[in-house]
């Protein structure tokens, strides 16, 4: 349900001198309340947003198709004056959507008052508002540097390592008996800090360390992922589809050793398989035309390697970016094959709500285009308490998976969220 729409929505986009926005996330301005902060940054590029002109939320099955209704018809009656005009300019909606559509947590679109972007050398700021067109914005620069959370304590979610160890085994059980081929299971980990948690001190942070992720912040929800649900960007829709993890030690020759035994692991292949399939399977039903590499490379982060392997297909039928979204969640990749056994067995041994957890995670522009990754390697700020946020890591498990390695490999995901808000 809208919970504030009043007034057409009025957007201009101006061009900016490249070089004021060579560091988005350094425009991030202090926000009152933090869930007023957006970010979209791969490197040099993507989107920043702050204040919030509109907002969306829903829950349960509908939540995407809501959602996408909700900004049909807010953008319809739009006034917009673009004198970019790339995917991203405009008015645009960042968007944090629930896992699960049993959950309670509210899937959210937010359109901010203000959206910085950039793109290759160009860059653009869009000021919206409800009712009259906006004078050009402004940038105001430096914006104050984020402050340290301080000293922080970690605690344990839903299971213990030691519990979620034995619902690993107890998914390998399923799947011995039939009922599922690859399952994901997820943990959580509750990190309280001192002091409050600034969005921006840990987007910095991530970005610093992990180049090849999208960092993204969406209404609380924050982190630096490496999966890209789906891009769309003019008829062109693309996917990088991760499943098959190896975990970094930190010497180089041996790590490139560990990633030729990941490109030649047929556990890993066959989990990285189920994965492919899932999305090349949903995307071809939007697309002419498809192309999907027959082997993964192995996408190398600081923490853990992946195989990775990018789908691409021409989409004709007008669907919009949030709806691709929509056909894709949940892939193999966070959920598991058959989707729907895959799903009973997290309700039944996950013992927690996801929330936005590998929920897609991204922003959409007016015609549709945008880019949903999934929310991994991140955390839900808690909206009642600033000092506190909830860790989420999971890993696919399917026959030949070892529980032990299985916890080792979590701990490695929590990894970026943990650095980012410790001060080493
Ligand atoms: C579920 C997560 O990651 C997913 C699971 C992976 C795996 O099991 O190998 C790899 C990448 C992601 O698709 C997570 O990071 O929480």
Redesign the pocket.
């Known amino acids: 349900m809208p919970t504030s729409q009043s007034g057409r929505l009025v957007a201009r986009t101006i061009a900016l001198p490249p070089a004021t926005a060579d560091d988005l996330l350094a425009l991030l301005p202090q926000a009152a309340d933090h869930r007023d902060l957006c970010s979209w940054v791969r490197r040099s590029e993507g989107l920043v947003g702050w204040g919030r002109v509109a907002d969306f939320d829903a829950t349960g099955t509908d939540r995407f198709s809501a959602a996408t209704a909700w900004w049909r018809t807010l953008t319809a009656g739009a006034v917009v004056r673009d004198d970019v005009r790339l995917p991203g300019t405009g008015p645009i909606a960042f968007g944090a959507m629930a896992y699960a559509a049993a959950s309670p947590t509210r899937s959210t679109l937010v359109v901010p008052a203000v959206v910085v972007g950039r793109r290759g050398d160009v860059a653009w700021l869009t000021t919206v508002t409800q009712g009259t067109l906006p004078a050009p914005g402004t940038l105001q620069q430096p914006a104050p540097e984020p402050a340290s959370p301080g000293e922080i304590a970690f605690a344990d979610g839903a299971r213990t390592a030691a519990e979620w160890e034995l619902a690993v085994g107890e998914a390998l059980d399923r799947i011995a008996g039939g009922a599922v081929d690859k399952v ?1 299971l ?1 943990r959580s980990l509750i990190a309280r800090a001192a002091r409050d948690i600034d969005p921006r001190w840990l987007l910095r942070r991530l970005a610093a360390r992990y180049e090849s992720t999208w960092v993204f912040a969406v209404a609380g929800m924050v982190g630096a992922t490496p ?1 890209m649900l789906v891009r769309l960007d003019r008829g062109l829709a693309t996917s990088r589809v ?4 190896i975990r970094r030690t930190g010497d180089d020759a041996h790590d490139l050793a560990l990633a030729g035994s990941l490109a030649r692991s047929s556990k890993d292949l066959e ?1 990285h398989e189920y ?1 492919v399939r899932s999305v090349a399977d949903a995307l071809g039903r939007h697309c002419s035309s498809m192309s999907v590499p027959e082997s993964p490379f192995v996408l190398h982060l600081p923490n853990v390697m ?1 195989l990775a392997t990018d789908v691409a297909g021409a989409v004709d039928d007008g669907a919009t970016s949030l709806e691709l979204a929509a056909s894709l969640h949940p892939s193999a ?2 959920c598991g094959t058959p989707t729907a056994a895959a799903d009973r067995v997290i309700a039944e041994l996950e013992g927690m709500d996801r929330g936005r957890y ?1 929920g897609p995670v991204g922003w959409m522009d007016v015609t549709g285009d945008g880019e949903w990754g ?1 929310a ?2 991140s955390g839900e700020l808690d909206p009642a308490d600033g000092r506190q946020i909830t860790l ?5 498990i399917v026959a030949g998976s070892d529980p032990a390695d299985e916890v080792a490999e979590s701990d490695a ?1 929590f990894i970026p969220m943990r650095d980012a808000l410790t001060d080493r």
């Open positions: 994901v997820a999966e991760l499943a098959g993890t989990e994965a992946h990749a966070v590998a999934i991994l390697r989420y890591a999971g890993c696919g995901k």
